[in-house]
Structures are given as structure tokens and as C-alpha cells.
DNA sequence: AACGATAATATGTATGCACTTATTTTGTCA
DNA sequence: TGACAAAATAAGTGCATACATATTATCGTT
């Protein structure tokens, strides 16, 4: 009983899935209005726009006022992924998390960061190198930059004992954020604290969080082969 | 106006997503009841409902039957990606978008893809090899196979001229599938391909798709360094 | 104290209705 | 013919209400 055949809303919205699927709404085709979908399928017009607006959401359909409803005819493949706390996502694989700082220190923001946070010039900012390991074995690293006009107080945390990612979640939560996937070729430097090789494939991500319009930290996360992001629906 | 003042439903979500932010309920805090915050911010319970069930999308809530709702105390950062079709992601950018097969076969599918699958046994499936092209450059290099069970027509098709892809989406929606984002280095053949050097870091997309339970096709994408993908909230 | 049935509770879902708003269609006038 | 105003349309939103369902809390029994 893995999936119970749904019903309410749900159901509606897969029976109306079924439809795209096995072509009875093709790609590009309108589809019948609200009002009349719900006297056809005997439930309440409200219940219809639950169904539809989920279906708008997974990005299959496209919904307009007055144009009504119409399946995408090119649909993107609309991807949601959740990115852990280093922590959770060593946990979740039944490892052990270690944390190790590497570096620490109060400079100007490079121009990459002054640029990313969305600052006309450098300031000085805390500047964060940390490991986070599985096992014993480095799991990512990662080079932040934390603005000390938003975040003043972080220069009094102890960020060989906390990691700054989970101090700032606990302690400054933000209302928006970039996110950025590369890959890049790890260079000696990074290759060792990663237990790579110079060359390796890494994967990067990097994230610059603000709250309102108060830029709070800019990070770079490498992680070493083998590592991968993964989504399903 | 690039933001007119929210109203109605979006306004509650943004008044209650404020008071996350100030700490008016912190981390792990829990709100008060639905019909509670109605009556305060004087509006039905349904708009609360809405509200809430938008921040519970968004990762930052979490709610539970009688359990009340909560906020999460180690937020994740929820990225919504689309991954569009090369020939949209290539005009999106205001260049010229080109397609080229590189290699066509019929044969049986290797252990990787048969698992990725989740097939028992190898089957005789559609091998098209083929490079996407950004004003003449090359901008994406894929490597599909289909299945040709599920999907027979696709040898009459000349995938010359039309994309595997494209061809697909168009003709055979999928209802699931997976999708991993990691980093490699570029082999020779590859590197030779993506106008690329050996060894050099390579993004790679790898996606399945299925109708039902039927596997549809199963993709690697490699794209050469300076590709990367991009969110924000 | 441990267990299990039972009650209480907060969110989830469904409905009918009224009204709003974006967008297209139509119609009129120059 | 074209441009602009007015009408029509289909989705969006809000509310009051009722009932469903998952979870937690309570209480009585052994």
C-alpha cells in the first residue's frame, strides 16, 4: 500500500494528467473551463482550481484569465531540490559529520563577492574556510564571505567549534537567495584539503543569501568526485 | 512597480513570513492556530489556509495535524529549477541555436542504463548521439538512449533533422523521473566534441523519464566549462 | 507503571456563493 | 481600415460552513 488511490483534489488532478498523457488534451490544447470541468467530473468548482493550479505549478499546464486553461506544448522539466545543511545530508546517509575550520579572517570582499552581494565597493567582511567531513573523509569545502555590517555579531562566534552555515540559519535567517551549479577542475590547493587530485571534476555550488536587501553571506561550496545532486517526480 | 504592494492571500503570507524573519516566532517556534491568526488579521480561515500551505511549499514551515504548524528550525534551501529544451536555453541567450547527430545505432542498452531503468535485462534500444550548438559553438553534447519497446516509432524517425528530444517531448510525455546533476572531467573524445581539453571540468546532466512504468529514454548531457545553472527566491 | 481505548484538537478538504481582475472579443465611430 | 471604447469571458480570490482525518492528550483498566 504504498500509494493509496488518491481522492478528492488529488485524484481530479491526476485524472486531468491522465487526459494530457494519453493525448485526449494534447500539447497546445485548450482545455474545457473550470465550471465545466467540475459539472462534468460532479465536484465543485473551487475543487477544480485546486487540481489545476497544482497541475500550473508542475508546470504542465498554463493558466490566463479569460484565455483559459492550455496544456504547455513544451514542457520543462521543472525540477525542485532541497540543499541540506552539510550536516544533515552526511547524516542522512548514515555517516558520521565532522566539521573542521581551516581558515579565518577579517578582509576586504574580494571583487566577486562585492559584485554577487549587489555592493557598489568592497567592505570588510569575515572570511570562513571550512571542511565538512563524512566519516572522517572531506565531504565538501567551503569559502564564504560574511558581511559584518549585517552580521555584526558573528565575529564574536567561535567558528572552529559552530559552522558558520548553521550559526546564520539559527541566528539570521534570510528572505532570498541566488543559487548557482558549476563543475570546475580542482586546483592543488583545493585538491588536497579534498583529498582529490589537481584536475578532479568538482562540483560547485554557490549561494548568496540576503535578508530584505541586506546582503548577509556569499558561499562557495566544492565538492569532490563523486558527489551529485539528485531529483525525482 | 516592479512589486505593486501584495494584497489579499499573498499579504498574509508575507506579513507571516515577516514576523519569521524578525522572530516574532523563531526557529522551531510554534504559530498559533489558523483560526487564531484569522481573527487577529481579520480574514477567513481559508485565506490563513492558503497562506500557510504557500510557506509550507516553500520549505519554511512545516504543519501537522493537531500538531499545530511550526516553524523548521534548520530551514533547507529549496531551489526550483527549469531545465528547458537546449534550442529554448540557447535562444533565451539571444544566440543562434544548431543541432547536430553525431552518431545513430541500434544495440543492446548497457548495465548503466538498464538500471537506470530499472529493467531486469538488457534490450535492444536507440542509441543517437548529438551535439547542441550556441551561434556555431558547441554548447551541450548528449548521449541518448530509448527505448524501443516503449516507444518503437522513434526509428522511423530522422534524427538528423529533429532533435530526440524535442521529437519526445512532443510525442511521448512523460509522467516521472529522475534526475542527477554531477561534475566529470571531460574525456578525450568528449573534450574533442564540446570544443573542449581533455580533463577539463564538465557539467552532467543525467535524466530518465518513464510513462507509467514504461521507460521512456534515459540522457547524459555534458555540457563544457562555463555552462551553470541558475535560481533564486 | 504500562497499555489501550477514547476524546479532544488543529489542519485538510469540499462546497456554494459572490465578487474581482486580466484579457479577449466585439462593436462603434472616425 | 484602423483605433479606441465597451462588453463578455474565464480564471482568481474571499468567505462561511461543514465535515474528514491525522495526531496528540487523556483517562480508565489491568
Not at 462534468?40 to 483559459?68: F, H, N, S, Y
Request: charged share 20%; hydrophobic share 45%.
Amino acid at each position: 500500500m504504498t500509494a493509496p488511490d488518491p481522492t478528492g483534489w488529488r485524484a481530479l488532478r491526476n485524472t486531468i494528467h491522465q487526459r494530457i498523457l494519453d493525448g485526449t488534451y494534447g500539447p497546445g490544447a485548450r482545455l474545457p473551463r473550470d465550471a465545466d470541468l467540475a459539472m462534468e467530473l460532479g465536484c465543485a468548482r473551487t475543487t477544480v482550481q485546486r487540481a489545476m493550479r497544482a497541475l500550473a505549478d508542475e508546470g504542465l499546464i498554463e493558466r490566463k484569465r479569460k484565455g483559459g486553461t492550455r496544456v504547455l506544448a513544451r514542457p520543462v522539466t521543472r525540477a525542485t531540490f532541497d540543499i541540506p545543511v552539510a550536516r544533515e545530508e552526511v547524516k542522512a546517509t548514515g555517516r558520521a559529520y565532522g566539521y573542521q575550520l581551516v581558515a579565518r579572517e577579517i578582509a576586504p570582499s574580494p571583487h566577486s563577492v562585492t559584485a554577487a552581494m549587489g555592493l557598489s565597493a568592497p567592505e570588510r567582511m569575515l572570511r570562513a574556510q571550512a571542511l565538512h567531513l563524512a566519516d572522517r573523509r572531506p565531504f565538501m569545502f567551503e569559502d564564504r564571505w560574511i558581511s559584518l555590517a549585517t552580521v555584526p555579531e558573528i565575529a564574536g562566534v567561535d567558528l572552529a567549534v559552530e559552522s558558520a552555515n548553521e550559526w546564520l540559519l539559527a541566528h539570521r535567517p534570510y528572505s532570498h537567495y541566488t543559487l548557482r551549479f558549476s563543475a570546475a577542475n580542482a586546483t592543488a590547493a583545493q585538491a588536497e584539503l579534498l583529498g582529490a587530485r589537481a584536475g578532479d571534476a568538482l562540483f560547485v555550488i554557490e549561494r548568496c543569501t540576503w535578508l530584505g536587501t541586506a546582503p548577509i553571506t556569499c558561499v562557495t561550496a566544492l565538492a569532490p568526485p563523486g558527489y551529485a545532486l539528485i531529483s525525482r517526480a
